[in-house]
């Protein structure tokens, strides 16, 4: 079946801090890989997605780069701000699915 | 553009009863999908609706059913209410045709069974 794991919260990081959260998967067909974020007190927003190996997703300062060879998707950023502070969930679809499986989800606090 | 709008926003009932959860698709999009968000877990999939039909189903039993609307809207109805039923419910539109299509989501009732 297909499954996707993302690495453990919370994580707590200064302002301007570099952001790595690591996400593997595993999937029965070629999937997309999506990074859906949620702010508190709403649903979830899509941050980036790629759909093929090396396709590199990237949105507000984000990326992520699909490697199949390491069936990873890891988010990061260089320089990460206060208004960053949410829970990312990383998911994949399959080709024909339109079901999304996603992570447990990685709470990220920012501090100034 | 009116986004996926959802009601109520959150909700008390207790266990046996039976709950009926609304969501409104964006405009333009005729495939509605609903997720169980657990608290502190990823959201999971109960099953998606096209064009009024079931369209793929989850891990979940029976008692929990949907519907969809010639406007495309929807309801999430769950019967015999458990438990462990608590959770965010999250519904997501997309617009027609094609598997790369992305998904819009609406803030999600939060339902609590006591």
């Known amino acids: 079946g297909n499954s996707v794991t993302q690495m453990e919260g919370p994580v707590t990081l200064s302002e301007e801090a570099f952001l790595t959260i690591n996400c593997t998967y595993t999937?029965?067909?070629?999937?997309?890989l999506f990074w859906y974020v949620q702010y508190p007190g709403e649903g979830l927003q899509l941050l980036l997605k790629?759909?093929?190996?090396?396709d590199k997703g990237s949105n507000k300062g984000f990326e992520a780069t699909y490697r199949k060879e390491t069936t990873s998707f890891h988010l990061e950023k260089g320089s990460v701000q206060v208004s960053d502070s949410a829970v990312y969930f990383c998911?994949?679809?399959?080709?024909?699915?339109?079901?999304?499986?996603f992570g447990t989800g990685t709470r990220l606090t920012i501090i100034p | 553009e009116t986004g996926v709008t959802q009601s109520p926003t959150h909700l008390i009932k207790t266990r046996g009863q039976q709950v009926t959860l609304r969501c409104s698709s964006q405009?333009?999009?005729?495939?509605v999908s609903w997720y169980q968000q657990a608290l502190g877990q990823g959201p999971q999939f109960i099953f998606q609706?096209?064009?009024?039909?079931?369209?793929g189903r989850g891990n979940f039993p029976p008692r929990f059913s949907g519907l969809q609307f010639p406007n495309y809207s929807s309801e999430l109805n769950v019967n015999a209410l458990e438990l462990d039923d608590s959770a965010l419910y999250l519904c997501?539109?997309?617009?027609?045709?094609?598997?790369?299509?992305?998904?819009?989501f609406g803030p999600g009732t939060r339902l609590t069974v006591l």
């Open positions: 997501a539109s997309s617009p027609a045709g094609g598997s790369y299509n992305e998904q819009f």
């Open positions: 405009s333009g999009h005729n495939t």
């Open positions: 999937a029965t067909g070629y999937p997309s």
């Open positions: 790629a759909t093929k190996a090396d």
């Open positions: 609706y096209y064009r009024e039909e079931e369209n």
């Open positions: 998911a994949l679809r399959v080709f024909g699915n339109e079901k999304l499986t």
